[in-house]
Structures are given as C-alpha cells and as structure tokens.
C-alpha cells in the first residue's frame, strides 16, 4: 500500500538519493538462502524469497521451512524484495490441479520452470484450495454431491454456510486479538489458580478442524454445549466396529499421555500466579523469557507426539471410509446445516430435533481409561472435521487459542456446561466482556492490555504458518501414506515456542495491571465476572455455585490441587546447589525398604527409643518397628487414624479420619478421646498434628474421603489444658501436613488444595499471625531438622527447604505420604508412602522437641540427664566435667546413652550438652550450665532466645 505526501522538492531528493544506494546494496547483495533469512522483515517475505532462489524444488522448500525459525527483529540490512509475478493471484493454475494430491500439487508449484518465483505462492494456495478446500479426503465429493463446503466468499476458507466472516484473518485480526487478550486478562485477574486449571480437550491436537467446524455453523449453534456430543454420536455409529475398536485403542494408549499434557501445563500457570501475587523467587524480578519458551516447547512436544498418532489413526480410518459411509457423513453435516438454518436468529435447539444419527449412543467396549469416553468422542468430531476439511479449517484457532492458562475457559464455559439443559453460549460474550474489562482500567493499564496486539504479531503470524505446515503434514495419513514423525515434532515444538513467547508477555502485562488496580477498579472488574455469573438460574439459588476448589484436569474436577514442581526456574532461578552446600543425607546411605504390602501407609512417628509407628489408613492398623523387633500390629481398629505424634508422657496422638477426632493412645493401647467437635459440630476428617513446647495440640481438618461437615477446611488448635478449642486457620483451600519449630515460634502449615507451604508466628497463646508464603510446593506430611531444614512430601519425592525456602534437596521416592526422624540418634529418616516404608540415614538429626506438661513448670529432662529421672546426678555431673576436659566425644559402648568423651581416634559428633555443636567441645559457661542442672530439680525450655533446657530453681 502506498501513501502520498506533500514534502519539499529537497526531500525528495534526499529520498531518491537512499533509495538508489539502497538498490546499490541490494545488487551487491547474492540471493542465497542466508540471505533471504537474514535480510528481510518477515516471514511471509523471507519464503517469497526464498521461492525465487536458483535450484530445485528442495533447495526453495528448505530455505522456506528455515524462515519461521529465525527473529527478523535481529535483521537490519534488508532486501526490499518484490517477487516477479506472471499470473498473479488470479492466474491460470490449472496445470497444477492435474496431480493426484494436495503433496503432488505442492511440488510441482515448487518445481515447475514454468512459473515465477512470484506465483509459486498463488500456485500452492490454488493446491490448497482444489484438494483440501472442495473434494473431502483429496478426492471425489461422495454421489457426486456437490462440494461440501462451498466456495469460500472472499477467500475466506470454504466451511458449511458462510460463517458469519469466520476465518484465520478474522481470528488473528487486531480487533479480535485485543479483546479476547482483555478477556483473558478478565479471567486471570479475578480467578484463582484452580480456575486456570480448566481447558477444554478439544485445544490438545487440535490440528483437525472441529474448532473452526464449530465456529462457522450458522446462528452460532456450534457453540451449543450439546454440539460435540451429536457429532460424536453420529460419526460413531457411521463407523464399524473394528474402526470404532481402533479409537478405544488409541484412547487407552494416549490417556496417561493427554494428562501428562495436562499436569505439565500446570507449572506455567503456577508460575504465572506467582507473578501476579509478588512471589518472586530471592533475586528474580520477573519472569525469565527463554525459560517460558523452552518450558512451552517441551509442552508442545508432548502435543506432537498425542498428535501424530491421532493423524496415523484417524487418517488410517478414514482412508478407508466406503462410499457408503461418505455419504453418510456428508448427510449427518448436511442435516446440522439445515437444522441450523431452520432454528433461526436468536433461537434455540429442542432435542427432538437434532438429526436422528445423532440419538444414537454406541456402546464403548474395552475402555481401560477413565476419560476414555472423552477421548473417543474427540477423536470422532476430529475424524467428521478432518474429513470435510480443509487445511484452511486445520489452520483455523479461535482468537483465544493461545489463553488458556489465565482461566477465561472457566470463567466462560464453567456456567453453561454446569446448565441442565443445553445452552448456546453467546459468541459475543468474549468481545463484550474484554471491552467492559478494558473500559474499567485507566490509561496506563489499558495499553499494556492493547500493546500486546502489536508485541505478540510476529509469533501470532508464524503460528498460522505454522499450524499450516503442521496440517498439511498430517494430512497424508489420509492418503494413505505416513508424515515423518521427527519433522511433526520439530514443527509442533516450534509453535511451543511461539505460544511461550506470547504467553510470557500476556502474563507479565496481566500481572502489572493486577497490581496496579484500585480497590474500586477491582471491584468494578469483578463485578463483571459475577454479572455473567447472574445470567445463570443456579447462580440465583446459590451465589458461591462457581466457585473453584482443587483443580481440574482439562473438564474433569480433582478434588485437591496436584503437587506442583518448583517453578523458580521459569523466574531464571534454577535448583542447582551452591558448590560448599553438603548434603544432608549420611555418606553412603541408602533408602532402605522396612515395610511392604501396605494399603496407604501414613502419619510416621518415632517415640523416645527411635521405634517407628505408622498408620496404614485403608486396613484401619496403626504398625510398630524397630530395627530389633521388625514389624508388629500396635493397634487394631484405629479410627482410620492418619497423622500420629508422640508426648511427653509416651502417649501417641492420633488423628482419626474416620472417627472425626483426635486421640491419645496409652502404650497399652487404650484410646482417651482429647477433641470430636467445634462449635457442637464434628470434624471433618483430621488429618495431621504437632505439639507445640507448652504441650498443646494444633491439627489440620480437612476433607479427602467424607462428606464436609465444618463450613470449611482448617486448622484447630488444642490448648495445653486439653480445655479449648480455638480454630486458629480458616482461609485455606485444603490443610493437610503441619510442623511447628522446637522452640515454638514458627508453625509450617501446607495447604495441600493449593500446592502452597505457609508460615506463621506462634503467639503466646497459641494463636498466629504473620501468615507468610514459605515455598509454592505441595506436601502431604512434613518434618523438621535440628537445622532448621523443612522436608516435604509430594510428586517430586521428598524436598528439602532451607529456613530461607530454598530447595537444597531431594531425595527420590514415589509417591512419599509423610516423614519422621526417629533411630536410636535420632538421625535416620522414616519415609511412608502408599505401599511402603523406607529408611535413610542422615548427616543430621530430627530437631529436639520440648513440653512444659504440668502448671509448675516441670519438664522433660535434658539429655545430660542419663537416666531420665528429671534431676542430675553427681554422677551425671561428672561425665558433663569430663566432657569439658576432653577435646571432642564419640559414640558411648552399647550400655550407655548418649555420648562419651573422645580420644579423636573416632568419628565424633557433638554431645547435646555442647550448646556451640561447631567447636565439638563444651565450654566454661556451657559447663556452668550443667553445674546449674544439678542444682536443679527439674528443666524446662530455655526463655525465647536461648537454646536447649534450663534449670528451674
């Protein structure tokens, strides 16, 4: 497009004078393929280079195929490149049309030294236009009905009716991108991390054209929630048996790999929430943009992989259709159009008139998958799409193909679908709400909205030549021959990269307005998600109905949000340990299996010998181990007990699930019932506990096998006199694991329903306060060490945090339930998971943990107290004197505890009397202290500050 000014005759001087050098530089120039890349501004102009290269048909297609993998941004001397054309888009390209495929058609474009480098685009959409445009299948229209889907008006893709202006160039339009980006921006901004989880299962492998068969059906009815059942549900009774056996196949095959799909997407929406609430990793400011990209590369791959062999199955089928089942197929299309047109502006669809080939529900022998009912009915509708296609339709994506980890899929299709009748969903609804979103920011705000238009256009355009190739690939499985599975994956990965690219700029502007939103802007921006909310009935009777809890696994509800990896490296941190970081595990120790053949094995904990105990839930048993004894059945019929924790009197506590209680268990196994109900209500389910220094109880609540009887999932607190209960975390998805600090400040709760570890203060009371993001893991139970190191169970096996929050290691179990310390030193590590029992040996202890447990004062006697008796005997005194006179102290013999003083020819380790464990010796003023013990009657824990016990006196 030219553009006429009036300038002075100078400048255009000064114009003619740049444009001749310019023409200079551009003869200097050689046409090769480097050079087409490296000196044009785009894509489209790098390929209509690279089709005027000298050579043959492989030389052009190569340079082309290397055009969407290079940044023009980087380009600055450029080719003002004009490609001759003879014909023009208009011309005569019939010559072309005599081959017997689209692939053919293609390579003669290329070949042929007929035409010029300018037609040879003209030339391979004329290709795309004959086979994939008008005959289905590459070839004949069945009983010579005429072509399924019409001419394309003003070269838009051809598609049943005239789609009311749907197309890739309407889809990609600057209009349409603005305000499906601001809906996005909606859904984001007033979601929560469940609500992103939701994406429909029609955006993996979407490569096959239901999107765009959806959205050119006339009135908008494609977008009726029961559309994609009818089709499925003709399409399968169209096929045989043997072919519809091949889709439960596949669907056994590919479901774990479609959740993998799923599951993985869920780190980049967990790293992108981070963004919005300010949770930066130590030292990040942002997201780390090459990370985002190859993190959605790797995600892509596995879309790839779904979706070739979707292609090889699907294509295979079809390839092999009768005539008789064509023509069914293009019947079933032709009774939707027609009921379409019949239904009317504004109308809807009664279920007595959907076609009758779509009543019909074929019955799905050998599905070993739970979404394989899902999954069969997709590969249908994309076998009836794939069919009556086109590359274009292929090409195809709805303007808000690339949102989808922002949550406006839930915010959008959650109140329909959830409807108990089939509801159209209104097909302005994504522009209405992203205008009303864009109408609530100031200035500022909405141009980092608008401004994503122009920053994501490059990665946009090369998407849909992307997806072009990507289908034009595919496609030969319909021939009846194969596409190369490497050059699916690269193409796929490629588009990975273009998404990762946008997305990183969508999540960063998102996260900038969030935080800049006024109360009343956000108000005003909420107000428009419950406004659509109130279109609803259900909405009426129960305004928390849309509400999001756990997650969701594309349109399956989970009851809890998975454990989710770390995402600190999509922030640019990665987990790489500092080089003078040592490990916490013992030199050469290894996970040792102790129990086996468990139901779900839960809540370990050691009593003051070291002795392990552990619940296994299902079989109703609370087990007893030792290294001496083995295993044993300490307690039958336990209340489907789950966390379990030792006092200071030997009693294990217990939390029983089934039971909604929590207990104390004598050594001889009698049950005293310590809490059953809040508020004259039950408990849910409780779950895990831990004792604080002054002896009261904290345990979680929350809600994995029972029916919610609370109004909520929380945290309860048991205060030392067993007198009251005080509900001390009420704003949690799903508590589950907790840990507190030996000395009682600091309490470790994970909420397992969000994947996220909190901290809080422990007041004098026992309330808290100064609710802190720890780390954004997921853990089940949790344990802690004398160094301060936090360990987590959760998919990635147990984790272990610093104090700071940083992950400094991991040790690899499946699927861990819970830890403990215990072991006659207390330095083995006790790993619970659904099946088994694991030990490890550890370079550090489980931190020492202190009660007050009676009015005076009276406490658990410190470790220099040899025989328990809570008092210092001379004798006792004496070994603490020798201690300090020795250099260092090793291991006692076998008839003493603790530790003896040393002669340095042995592995040592502190005595815990040695109150600075780094000199390995006890001091003068540490040595007063024990002078002081034996003084005493009794310890207690040390005032705030202070480490280990103190005399009372």
Not at 83 to 89: F, V
Not at 187 to 210: A, I, N, R, W
Not at 932 to 940: G, K, L, Q, R, V
């Amino acid at each position: 497009m030219k553009t006429i000014y009036r300038i002075t005759f100078y400048v255009i001087m000064i114009i003619g004078i740049f444009v001749l050098s310019a023409a200079c530089f551009q003869g200097a120039l050689a046409l090769t393929s480097d050079s087409c890349i490296s000196n044009t501004e785009n894509e489209g102009q790098c390929k209509d280079c690279c089709d005027c290269l000298d050579g043959d048909a492989d030389t052009r297609k190569d340079c082309r195929d290397a055009c969407p993998t290079r940044d023009f941004t980087q380009n600055s001397d450029f080719i003002t490149f004009d490609a001759p054309s003879t014909l023009g888009p208009d011309g005569d390209y019939s010559a072309d049309l005599d081959t017997e495929t689209e692939s053919a058609c293609k390579e003669y474009c290329d070949g042929s030294s007929e035409l010029s480098c300018g037609d040879r685009r003209y030339c391979r959409d004329a290709c795309n236009a004959e086979y994939s445009g008008e005959n289905p299948n590459n070839g004949d229209p069945p009983d010579g009905d005429p072509p399924p889907n019409g001419d394309p008006p003003d070269g838009d893709p051809p598609g049943p009716g005239n789609g009311g202006g749907i197309s890739t160039e309407q889809a990609i339009s600057d209009e349409a991108q603005m305000k499906t980006i601001a809906f996005s921006g909606l859904g984001f901004l007033t979601g929560d991390l469940c609500s992103y989880t939701f994406f429909p299962p029609g955006k993996v492998s979407d490569f096959f054209g239901f999107q765009y068969w959806r959205d050119i059906a006339p009135n908008g009815f494609g977008h009726n929630t029961e559309f994609a059942g009818r089709i499925s549900d003709g399409v399968l009774t169209i096929l045989t048996d043997d072919q519809v056996q091949k889709l439960v196949d596949m669907a056994n095959t590919q479901a774990e790999l479609v959740d993998a799909y799923g599951y993985k997407r869920f780190v980049l929406i967990k790293a992108f929430r981070r963004l919005l609430d300010r949770n930066l990793p130590d030292g990040a400011t942002g997201l780390d943009k090459d990370a985002v990209t190859e993190f959605t590369a790797d995600l892509y791959a596995i879309d790839a992989e779904i979706s070739y062999e979707r292609a090889k199955v699907i294509g295979g089928i079809v390839a092999e259709l009768t005539d008789a089942q064509k023509t069914e197929l293009t019947e079933l299309r032709d009774a939707f159009n027609t009921l379409f047109e019949e239904a009317g502006e504004g109308g809807s669809i009664a279920s007595e008139d959907w076609p009758e080939a779509s009543r019909n529900k074929i019955k799905l022998d050998g599905l070993t998958v739970a979404d394989g009912p899902v999954l069969v009915s997709t590969y249908a509708t994309q076998l009836f799409s794939w069919y009556l296609g086109s590359v274009e339709g292929d090409t195809y994506f709805c303007p808000e193909r690339h949102g989808t980890y922002f949550g406006s899929f839930y915010m959008k299709d959650i109140p329909p679908i959830s409807a108990k009748e089939g509801v159209t969903i209104d097909t302005n609804l994504t522009a209405d709400m992203g205008s009303d979103f864009l109408n609530a920011l100031d200035d500022t705000q909405e141009a980092l909205v608008t401004d994503l238009v122009d920053i994501q256009r490059t990665d946009l355009n090369n998407i849909v030549e992307k997806r072009r190739e990507i289908s034009e690939t595919l496609r030969l499985f319909m021939d009846g021959t194969s596409a190369d599975e490497d050059d699916v994956l690269t193409m796929v990965r490629q588009y990975g990269e273009y998404e990762g690219a946008m997305m990183y700029h969508y999540a960063t502007n998102f996260a900038t307005v969030g935080n800049t939103l006024t109360d009343d802007q956000a108000d005003a921006v909420m107000g428009l998600r419950l406004d659509y909310y109130e279109r609803f009935p259900d909405y009426q009777t129960n305004p928390n109905v849309y509400d999001c809890t756990g997650a969701w696994l594309y349109a399956s509800k989970l009851t809890e949000m998975p454990d989710i990896e770390n995402t600190d490296f999509l922030f640019g941190v990665t987990d790489d340990f500092p080089e003078d970081t040592e490990t916490v595990v013992q030199d050469g120790a290894e996970i040792t299996r102790i129990a086996d053949g468990l139901s779900f094995a839960e809540g370990p904990a050691a009593d003051a010998d070291g002795n392990l105990y552990f619940s296994d839930i299902p079989a109703n048993r609370i087990y007893a181990w030792s290294e001496g004894g083995g295993l044993s059945v300490f307690l039958e019929d336990s209340g489907g007990a789950n966390g379990l924790f030792f006092d200071s009197e030997g009693n294990l506590l217990a939390c029983e699930g089934t039971n909604g209680r929590l207990v104390s268990i004598d050594p001889r196994g009698e049950v005293t019932v310590l809490a059953d109900e809040y508020d004259s209500k039950n408990f849910n389910e409780p779950n895990d506990l831990w004792i604080d220094p002054k002896g009261g109880i904290y345990f979680s609540d929350p809600v994995y096998n029972t029916s919610l009887v609370q109004d909520g999932e929380h945290v309860y607190y048991l205060t030392p006199r067993q007198d009251n209960i005080v509900r001390v975390v009420a704003d949690m998805t799903r508590p589950n694991g907790i840990i507190g600090t030996p000395d009682g400040t600091t309490l470790y709760v994970a909420d397992h329903g969000a994947g996220e570890i909190y901290k809080y203060e422990i007041n004098q009371n026992g309330s808290l306060s100064d609710k802190t993001l720890f780390v954004s893991a997921g853990s089940d139970g949790m344990t802690i060490d004398d160094e301060g190191n936090i360990y987590l169970t959760n998919e990635n096996g147990v984790q272990i945090y610093d104090s700071s929050g940083n992950l400094i290691e991991t040790i690899s179990v499946t699927e861990p339930t819970n830890v403990c310390f215990g072991g006659t030193r207390g330095q083995t590590l006790f790993i619970t998971t659904r099946g088994s029992v694991y030990s490890l040996g550890m370079s550090v202890s489980g931190a020492s943990y202190v009660w007050n447990t009676d009015d005076e004062g009276k406490g658990k006697s410190h470790s220099a107290d040899y025989n328990g008796d809570f008092t210092m005997e001379f004798s006792e005194l004496l070994r603490g004197i020798q201690f300090y006179n020795a250099e260092q102290f090793c291991c006692g013999s076998d008839s003493e505890d603790g530790y003896a003083p040393g002669d340095g020819d042995r592995e040592c380790i502190p005595h815990s009397g040695d109150y600075n464990p780094q000199d390995w010796a006890i001091d003068f003023f540490e040595l007063l202290r024990l002078i002081m013990f034996y003084n005493s009657e009794n310890y207690a824990p040390c005032p705030e500050g202070e480490d280990g016990f103190c005399p009372v006196l």
